[in-house]
Nanobody, 117 residues
Framework: QVQLVESGGGLVQAGGSLRLSCVAS????????MGWYRQAPGNQRELVAT???????KYADSVKGRFTISRDNAKNTVFLQMNSLKPEDTAVYYC???????????WGQGTQVTVSS
């Protein structure tokens, strides 16, 4: 099992910034993908950004140029730097972990991000 603990959500005005963090613990393997998804009320959960253990990144078109994903492999931690936030970025953000060898996914409990206009 892998446990994920997120932090860094909150309330910010449009144009502001927030940084999310997620620490993975437990049966953390070396080959994996970590990242972030989000879900706004009434919407499906959607990809925000992911990063593999070798550093390959993927972003949703809606956040490209504003959000930056990074990770610290030694600390099993993934970060999401969110700049130029918009009200439409308001959602619960979920940390995501995919263990490559077992093809198993894990989710954090979610952290609320609210952007006021």
């Amino acid at each position: 099992q892998v446990q994920l603990v997120e932090s860094g959500g909150g309330l910010v005005q449009a144009g502001g910034s927030l940084r999310l963090s997620c620490v993975a613990s437990g049966s953390v393997g070396s080959a994996n993908t970590m990242g972030w998804y989000r879900q706004a009320p009434g919407n499906q959960r959607e990809l925000v950004a992911t990063i593999t253990s070798t550093g390959s990144k993927k972003y949703a078109d809606s956040v490209k140029g504003r959000f930056t994903i990074s990770r610290d492999n030694a600390k099993n931690t993934v970060f999401l730097q969110m700049n130029s936030l918009k009200p439409e970025d308001t959602a619960v953000y979920y940390c995501y972990y995919w263990r490559t060898v077992t093809r198993t996914s894990y989710w954090g409990q979610g952290t609320q991000v609210t952007v006021s206009s």
